[in-house]
């Protein structure tokens, strides 16, 4: 035996490195490989969306992200070249009201950094070659050219992409559906008279058009193809004046590919001690950008999971939780992203007039825009148990909002993700703390979990401006408790401990 470690983590994309992250926050031992020997250069992914930047708030690595990328509050919507309608992101309830544009590779690297710096390092040049199970633990066995060497786990996580090596191991099936057509893809520098600050999206009866500007000179373009044997690079400019109706110069392609679209998922994301997360478990269209978004979104509620587990003795079963809320979610995602290729995918030029009306008529109505960018947000996500009052903004098993606090030693504002440490956070909205002893006492007697914030007229280290928290609560006493991955787990409106303590026992029997 070479090493043992709690948590084996196999892939080093975003959702690897996000757990990688996450659990070394938390001090648990681990240790992540991947097969290529250098980090990648490509472009990839580049669609990061307000709920993801939240999740990098968490993480501490937020303000990195957005220091190098670009981000857009508006998308136009085109048919036939016409300009028909516009999404507003700007409208969207979240601290990070856009859509944040930035190059995979450099969202690697700034996760990479900041794993780095809590003394770890991906253990490059290393593949999977085979698993042991045994009731208790998994035995990995690694190969590289310098070496071969077995690591002993007590889970083995698959983080290695939509061609899943651990996923092909298991035999698990892949479970959806292939499109008929393929893609093109391709990252350039052009000269076109189109706004950089915004996303375009064009269709005509030739097929849909993406663009997304990367930065004031370089754009990526997506579009449908009826045929791909024949396309390359030289017919770029001809795809894009076509279906856009207007002209450009390309000066240089920096990235061309042509690929698939795919939407399959695997039946069950844990098997034994293995869990699989991102595309080794589920695969989607990437209209919308919702892929990457949603694998780093399984790493985040599978993080602090492993924690109570790991840490606290909390029992499997919360582990398991994670199969049973990214379930929901993937498939949730799958169908939304279905519907989208297949809307994108309709070319037939009597459709095309009845498509652009729906476009125009449904964007002026505020509500609905508001609807379809929380999808493409990833906010509309909960998990299941919700409360499924639509009006209400805060309630148990749905993203809590980010409100802004003011601290009251030096005046500054923070959001509530901003000062998260991992913990459970409890917000306590107390007038009047006589009547709270015995809550204060369980809290404190319990701090490793519990992060307590407290808005109080009579001892605040927050304050709550305009008393924007209680009006979107509609209660002015009572507590809060937000989960690590920032959902909300438990609300009343008194401050007597008996109803918090029987929540945080299905997590923690031993509180």
Same mark, same amino acid.
């Given at each position: 035996?070479?090493?043992?470690?709690?948590?084996?983590?196999?892939?080093?994309?975003?959702?690897?490195?996000?757990?990688?992250?996450?659990?070394?926050?938390?001090?648990?031992?681990?240790?992540?490989?991947?097969?290529?020997?250098?980090?990648?250069?490509?472009?990839?992914?580049?669609?990061?969306?307000?709920?993801?930047?939240?999740?990098?708030?968490?993480?501490?690595?937020?303000?990195?992200?957005?220091?190098?990328?670009?981000?857009?509050?508006?998308?136009?919507?085109?048919?036939?070249?016409?300009?028909?309608?516009?999404?507003?992101?700007?409208?969207?309830?979240?601290?990070?009201?856009?859509?944040?544009?930035?190059?995979?590779n450099e969202t690697e690297a700034i996760?990479?950094?900041?794993?780095?710096?809590?003394?770890?390092?991906?253990?490059?040049?290393?593949?999977?070659?085979?698993?042991?199970?045994?009731?208790?633990?998994?035995?990995?066995?690694?190969?590289?050219?310098?070496?071969?060497?077995?690591?002993?786990?007590?889970?083995?996580?698959?983080?290695?992409?939509?061609?899943?090596?651990?996923?092909?191991?298991?035999?698990?099936?892949?479970?959806?559906?292939?499109?008929?057509?393929?893609?093109?893809?391709?990252?350039?520098?052009?000269?076109?008279?189109?706004?950089?600050?915004?996303?375009?999206?064009?269709?005509?009866?030739?097929?849909?058009?993406?663009?997304?500007?990367?930065?004031?000179?370089?754009?990526?373009?997506?579009?449908?193809?009826?045929?791909?044997?024949?396309?390359?690079?030289?017919?770029?400019?001809?795809?894009?004046?076509?279906r856009s109706h207007m002209e450009v110069?390309?000066?240089?392609?920096?990235?061309?590919?042509?690929?698939?679209?795919?939407?399959?998922?695997?039946?069950?994301?844990?098997?034994?001690?293995?869990?699989?997360?991102?595309?080794?478990?589920?695969?989607?269209?990437?209209?919308?950008?919702?892929?990457?978004?949603?694998?780093?979104?399984?790493?985040?509620?599978?993080?602090?999971?492993?924690?109570?587990?790991?840490?606290?003795?909390?029992?499997?079963?919360?582990?398991?939780?994670?199969?049973?809320?990214?379930?929901? *979610? +993937?498939?949730? @995602? $799958? =169908? #939304? %992203?279905? *519907? +989208?290729?297949? @809307? $994108? =995918? #309709? %070319?037939?030029?009597?459709?095309?007039?009845? =498509?652009?009306?729906?476009?125009?008529?449904?964007?002026?109505?505020?509500?609905?825009?508001?609807?379809?960018?929380?999808?493409?947000?990833?906010?509309?996500?909960?998990?299941?148990?919700?409360?499924?009052?639509?009006?209400?903004?805060?309630?148990?098993?749905?993203?809590?909002?980010?409100?802004?606090?003011?601290?009251?030693?030096?005046?500054?504002?923070?959001?509530?993700?901003?000062?998260?440490?991992?913990?459970?956070?409890?917000?306590?909205?107390?007038?009047?703390?006589?009547?709270?002893?015995?809550?204060?006492?369980?809290?404190n007697d319990h701090q490793s979990f519990?992060?307590?914030?407290?808005?109080?007229?009579?001892?605040?280290?927050?304050?709550?401006?305009?008393?924007?928290?209680?009006?979107?609560?509609?209660?002015?006493?009572?507590?809060?408790?937000?989960?690590?991955?920032?959902?909300?787990?438990?609300?009343?409106?008194?401050?007597?401990?008996?109803?918090?303590?029987?929540?945080?026992?299905?997590?923690?029997?031993?509180?």
């Amino acid at each position: 035996m070479d090493k043992k470690v709690d948590v084996l983590i196999v892939g080093a994309g975003p959702t690897g490195l996000t757990l990688a992250l996450t659990l070394a926050r938390y001090g648990i031992s681990f240790e992540i490989i991947d097969r290529k020997t250098t980090p990648s250069n490509n472009s990839r992914a580049i669609g990061i969306q307000p709920r993801t930047i939240e999740v990098f708030s968490r993480l501490d690595v937020a303000k990195e992200v957005l220091g190098r990328a670009r981000t857009i509050e508006k998308g136009n919507l085109y048919f036939s070249g016409q300009w028909t309608a516009k999404l507003e992101f700007s409208r969207l309830v979240t601290p990070y009201p856009f859509v944040t544009l930035l190059r995979q590779n450099e969202t690697e690297a700034i996760l990479e950094d900041a794993l780095n710096g809590h003394g770890h390092a991906v253990q490059r040049g290393e593949s999977l070659v085979s698993l042991t199970h045994y009731p208790s633990r998994v035995l990995a066995h690694l190969e590289s050219d310098a070496s071969n060497r077995t690591i002993e786990a007590k889970y083995v996580v698959a983080a290695d992409g939509a061609n899943s090596s651990i996923r092909r191991m298991l035999a698990l099936p892949f479970s959806g559906k292939s499109f008929k057509e393929s893609w093109v893809l391709a990252d350039m520098k052009a000269k076109w008279n189109i706004s950089r600050e915004e996303v375009h999206i064009f269709f005509s009866d030739r097929g849909v058009l993406e663009v997304f500007p990367l930065t004031d000179d370089t754009i990526r373009i997506t579009g449908n193809l009826a045929n791909d044997e024949s396309f390359n690079e030289s017919e770029l400019r001809k795809l894009i004046e076509q279906r856009s109706h207007m002209e450009v110069e390309i000066d240089e392609v920096e990235w061309f590919s042509l690929f698939r679209v795919h939407n399959r998922m695997v039946d069950s994301f844990i098997h034994n001690r293995v869990i699989l997360m991102g595309d080794a478990a589920h695969i989607n269209s990437p209209v919308g950008g919702q892929g990457m978004n949603t694998g780093i979104a399984d790493s985040f509620n599978l993080g602090w999971k492993l924690w109570l587990h790991l840490k606290a003795g909390a029992p499997f079963r919360v582990v398991a939780s994670y199969r049973d809320e990214r379930e929901h *979610v +993937a498939r949730n @995602v $799958l =169908q #939304t %992203t279905n *519907v +989208a290729t297949e @809307v $994108l =995918q #309709t %070319t037939l030029p009597v459709l095309l007039p009845f =498509q652009a009306l729906g476009a125009d008529v449904f964007t002026r109505v505020n509500l609905i825009n508001q609807k379809i960018t929380e999808r493409i947000a990833q906010l509309h996500l909960s998990y299941p148990g919700h409360s499924r009052i639509p009006f209400l903004r805060v309630a148990k098993g749905k993203i809590f909002p980010e409100i802004e606090i003011i601290r009251t030693d030096d005046g500054l504002r923070t959001k509530i993700s901003e000062i998260a440490d991992g913990r459970f956070q409890v917000i306590i909205l107390d007038d009047d703390q006589r009547d709270a002893t015995a809550l204060y006492d369980y809290l404190n007697d319990h701090q490793s979990f519990f992060q307590i914030i407290t808005l109080s007229k009579t001892s605040r280290p927050f304050f709550d401006q305009g008393n924007e928290l209680a009006k979107s609560l509609f209660m002015k006493r009572g507590v809060l408790v937000i989960r690590p991955d920032g959902y909300l787990l438990h609300k009343q409106r008194h401050l007597r401990p008996e109803s918090l303590q029987q929540t945080m026992a299905a997590w923690l029997p031993a509180l």
